[in-house]
């Protein structure tokens, strides 16, 4: 069971350049989400998504967007990258509920220079 | 939207002492808090988490204390141990989203 997996890993972008990241659960949950993590801020929430084919923006939506075609994946996009971009992005899963607790990703850390 | 903040950024504590990591959150429909654990390099990891109609939970060396008057809650850790040190965050959540405390990270002396 591998539970959330992000890909890719790593990644080195200039700035301009698009790039999609792929995030696939297997655990059956309704609630999927993207964040990032920058040093001494926490994770911010980007845009989540509460079941297949739909989506809504969270605190810093600006500049990525994102789709949620099938149950089991939510994709993150960057049509343009920015340096500003430079971050961890983590995906998250849960259940039903709200009050059941989010299954992270390992991460992707992505440049842009 | 749910403004959370968390107290004290760095803890430093002898091991075998206790450390208590404080956050308070500004809406008062929040009913569900987490605490998560994260490693260097690695994904945040849910260690305790409590839900509103609870004041109180307790899982070995863990336990966390929620305050819903007063609108915070707290983690404590006793008998700290080496694989303790880590960066911690507190969320608070209504409905399904999490909001987040900046972080407190913890360095257990030996």
Known sequence: ?113 | GENVEQHPSTLSVQEGDSAVIKCTYSDSASNYFPWYKQELGKRPQLIIDIRSNVGEKKDQRIAVTLNKTAKHFSLHITETQPEDSAVYFCAASKNYKLSFGAGTTVTVRA
């Not at chain 1, 920058?38 to 994102?66: C, Q």
């Not at chain 1, 089991?72 to 009050?99: D, H, K, R, W």
Request: hydrophobic share 30%; proline share 4%.
């Open chain 1, 1 to 113: 069971n591998a539970g959330v997996t992000q890909t890719p890993k790593f990644r080195v972008l200039k700035t301009g350049q698009s790039m999609t990241l792929l995030c696939a659960q297997d655990m059956n949950h309704e609630y999927m989400y993207w964040y990032r993590q920058d040093p001494g801020m926490g994770l911010r929430l980007i845009h989540y998504s509460v079941g297949e084919g739909t989506t809504a923006k969270g605190e810093v939506p600006d500049g990525y967007n994102v789709s949620r075609l099938k149950k089991q994946n939510f994709l993150l996009g960057l049509e343009s990258a920015a340096p500003s971009q430079t971050s961890v992005y983590f995906c998250a899963s849960n259940g039903m509920t709200g009050s059941q607790p989010q299954h992270f990703g390992d991460g992707t850390r992505l440049s842009i220079l």
